[in-house]
């Protein structure tokens, strides 16, 4: 199969909050030759079920058998592709920025162009945060690199179906 015939796929699952489930599912996408790229998992508002929200490049013969086997898996009560109806993808990340006296001034413009939120910040290090699509994201890590970027930690993506 030829990598330009795969696409990236959001899937939502609601799963039972049960110990094993994330590694059933996990091992059901690497059995058939499938990596998650990003994965987000928190409880629902009923503390029994989780949602699991990840995504995967496959083609779309090959997403439609993943999710029939993902459907089949004992706790998993349900699995939408989010990237056949509309919805709403964000991600969220957090940046440590080195503070250094010759960039600090560029820095600071930067952040508020950039509409980041600063959580912390000291004499030589800052952490901000920045939500937005993947692609948005990208373009924050670019134009920030050149200026100190020290570690960075992303969410993944967080995706619901966009109802009318």
Do not use: W
Not at 14 to 39: E, F, M
Not at 62 to 90: F, H, P
């Amino acid at each position: 199969m030829e990598k330009a015939d795969k696409k990236e796929y959001v899937l939502s699952l609601l799963v039972n909050n049960k110990p094993d489930v994330l590694a059933r599912i996990a091992g059901t996408l690497g059995g058939k030759g499938y990596n998650i790229d990003s994965l987000c998992v928190d409880v629902t508002m009923n503390p029994e079920i989780s949602k699991i929200i990840l995504t995967t490049r496959a083609s779309k013969i090959m997403i439609g058998r993943v999710v029939n086997a993902l459907s089949k898996l004992v706790d998993v009560v349900r699995v939408d592709n989010l990237s056949e109806v509309d919805s709403i993808k964000r991600e969220m990340i957090l940046i440590r920025m080195n503070l250094l006296k010759e960039t600090k001034p560029e820095l600071m413009k930067t952040i508020d162009t950039l509409n980041c939120k600063i959580l912390t910040f000291n004499t030589d290090h800052c952490v901000l945060q920045f939500t937005g699509s993947r692609e948005d994201i990208d373009k924050v890590l670019a134009t920030l690199k050149p200026l100190g970027i020290d570690d960075i930690a992303r969410t993944g993506a967080a995706a619901m179906e966009r109802k009318y």
